[in-house]
């Protein structure tokens, strides 16, 4: 008997310590460091400028900017607990394309103030983005996209379901519901692993219950979507992204990158992927007739 409760002791011990590792290393992925970008080889262009935009609140949002030749332009929001470097391959593309490109470190990412708390303050920084490209000279307001990856898919969706200014969306990496992402990417111990996970989140601020992009999807037709997702994501199931593809309405797509994770779509698909990132835009994004 004595023996029994020993082994039970160790195991409530094993299960406490993993649960304790999973809670602090999500809390430290949702508190990034600041970091300052070098801008890539790829995205070298004498056009390129650094800018800076404040949100209402104040805050401000560091990025680059390389104007269009088509009057087209296209934001680029990264994930978490990354930069605006998460995409730059896909900029670049698209920059050659005529595309204008405006990559951004969201709030608390990078070189940009504010919490990283996926929310209220993310969505001004895309908003304040969207303001930015409106204003520009060489950018037809009309004709302004979005791409974004994980976080960022969140971000979008939300700002998107309410701003008829965003008029084509990419999508990589879209988690259907944060807290069934969670619940599949810590999935190994069962919920030793994810209830601490989904813990950590709501511990650091974000509104767990309300980072749902299933609520928002619905309400995107008729613009353009793409949605992307890699066979081999170990964080965000390729299932979720054919999820969203059900729930959106006219005109959608849904472009698998095989052998892709979470992320460096353009390292497992190539000059294919990007061809076809390019193309969804050069038509979502095209002059009106």
Same mark, same amino acid.
């Given at each position: 008997?004595?023996?029994?409760? &020993?082994?039970?002791?160790?195991?409530?011990?094993?299960?406490?310590? !993993?649960? *304790?590792?999973?809670?602090?290393?999500?809390?430290?992925?949702?508190?990034?460091?600041?970091?300052?970008?070098?801008?890539? #080889?790829?995205? !070298?262009?004498?056009?390129?400028? /650094?800018?800076?935009? +404040?949100?209402?609140?104040?805050?401000?949002?560091?990025?680059?900017?390389?104007?269009?030749?088509?009057?087209? @332009?296209?934001? *680029?929001?990264?994930?978490?607990?990354?930069?605006?470097?998460?995409?730059?391959? #896909?900029?670049?593309?698209?920059?050659?394309?005529?595309?204008? &490109?405006?990559?951004?470190?969201?709030?608390?990412?990078? #070189? $940009?103030?504010?919490?990283?708390?996926?929310?209220?303050?993310?969505? %001004?920084?895309?908003?304040?983005?969207?303001?930015?490209?409106?204003?520009?000279?060489?950018?037809?307001?009309?004709?302004?996209?979005?791409?974004?990856?994980?976080?960022?898919?969140?971000?979008?969706?939300?700002?998107?379901?309410?701003?008829?200014?965003?008029?084509?969306?990419?999508?990589?990496?879209?988690?259907?519901?944060?807290?069934?992402?969670?619940?599949?990417?810590?999935?190994?111990?069962?919920?030793? +692993?994810?209830?601490?996970?989904?813990? @950590?989140?709501?511990? @650091?601020?974000?509104?767990?219950?309300?980072?749902?992009?299933?609520? =928002?999807?619905?309400?995107? $037709?008729?613009?353009?979507?793409? =949605?992307?997702?890699?066979?081999?994501?170990?964080?965000?199931?390729?299932?979720?992204?054919?999820?969203?593809? %059900?729930? $959106?309405? #006219?005109?959608?797509?849904?472009?698998?990158?095989?052998?892709?994770?979470?992320?460096?779509?353009?390292?497992?698909?190539? /000059?294919?992927?990007? %061809? !076809?990132?390019?193309?969804?835009?050069? !038509?979502?994004?095209?002059?009106?007739?």
């Amino acid at each position: 008997m004595w023996g029994l409760g &020993v082994v039970l002791l160790a195991a409530v011990g094993v299960l406490g310590l !993993k649960a *304790f590792r999973t809670y602090r290393y999500q809390a430290a992925v949702l508190h990034p460091a600041p970091s300052s970008a070098v801008v890539p #080889e790829e995205l !070298k262009d004498p056009r390129l400028r /650094d800018v800076t935009l +404040t949100t209402p609140r104040g805050l401000e949002i560091r990025g680059w900017y390389i104007p269009p030749t088509r009057g087209s @332009a296209i934001v *680029f929001l990264h994930g978490s607990p990354s930069t605006r470097l998460d995409l730059a391959r #896909e900029a670049a593309a698209l920059s050659r394309h005529g595309h204008g &490109v405006l990559l951004i470190d969201m709030p608390g990412h990078g #070189e $940009s103030q504010g919490p990283p708390t996926w929310g209220a303050e993310h969505r %001004a920084a895309l908003e304040s983005a969207l303001d930015f490209l409106s204003h520009q000279p060489d950018v037809d307001a009309s004709r302004i996209g979005v791409f974004g990856f994980s976080m960022g898919c969140a971000v979008a969706v939300r700002v998107a379901a309410g701003d008829q200014r965003i008029a084509a969306l990419a999508l990589a990496g879209a988690y259907t519901r944060l807290e069934d992402q969670l619940r599949y990417e810590f999935r190994s111990w069962g919920p030793v +692993t994810y209830l601490p996970a989904i813990a @950590a989140n709501r511990d @650091a601020g974000l509104p767990v219950d309300e980072l749902r992009n299933e609520d =928002y999807v619905p309400h995107l $037709s008729p613009r353009p979507v793409l =949605y992307i997702a890699g066979t081999a994501d170990q964080a965000v199931p390729p299932s979720m992204a054919e999820r969203l593809y %059900a729930l $959106s309405g #006219e005109p959608r797509e849904l472009y698998l990158v095989q052998g892709a994770g979470h992320g460096h779509y353009a390292d497992a698909g190539g /000059d294919a992927y990007l %061809a !076809k990132v390019c193309a969804f835009f050069d !038509k979502a994004l095209a002059p009106h007739a």
